[in-house]
């Protein structure tokens, strides 16, 4: 027994409830509970399948290798354009989930199948990633900002083209651009 994962399901919340069931379908499946990320997660040999988690509008179950999933449902959500592996199911509501109770099983039990066949998704490389205009620009300029971002990790490296790309004006871009040099030049990621 975690005391850190029944923590979790013995504070009162909004989702409390819907946390509960969702529990007892998960480990009605060879699972074995976890605390990872300050939410409960499900393993099958120590390998990350499902992790529980709420927010502000709604619960969900997080299939880290959701994409690989087949979702006959349609119920298989992308949080963001960004999320390669991942998929939720949300939910408004502890009806929903009883309603859906069987489907959930089976989408849990096709990601435990998942996870015993070895299967892994295909992620997108960073060279793969657009560079913004402005970032470019910098990096022409300045061959040794090229190589402190070249040096960062693949993660990092994504992170700043992700964070550099949102904004739609270009005056905004470069500020941000700007502003994270020298955290590049001293090898450190956006969040260090």
Known sequence: MNTKVEAFFDK?????EAYLKLRSIVLDTELTEDYKWMH????????????????????ALLFFKGALLKDPNGILIQQTENVQA???????????????????K??????????????????????????????????????ALKTAFEALTPGRQRAYLFYFS????????EARVEKYMQ??????????
């Open 166 to 173: 949102q904004p739609k004006q270009s005056k905004t871009r």
């Open 12 to 16: 009162p919340g909004k989702w409390q």
């Open 86 to 104: 991942g998929r939720q199911i949300r939910f408004i509501d502890v009806q929903q989930i009883e309603k859906l109770k069987p489907v959930l």
């Open 106 to 143: 089976a989408y849990v039990q096709e990601a435990i199948n998942v996870e015993k066949a070895g299967l892994k998704v295909t992620m997108k490389k960073t060279a793969e990633y657009e560079i913004p205009e402005e970032f470019q620009n910098k990096l022409q300029e300045m061959p």
């Open 40 to 59: 409960p997660c499900y393993t099958l040999d120590d390998k990350n399948v499902v992790l529980i988690h709420g927010f502000k509008e709604y619960c």
């Open 183 to 192: 955290q590049i030049f001293e090898g450190k990621g956006l969040n260090d």
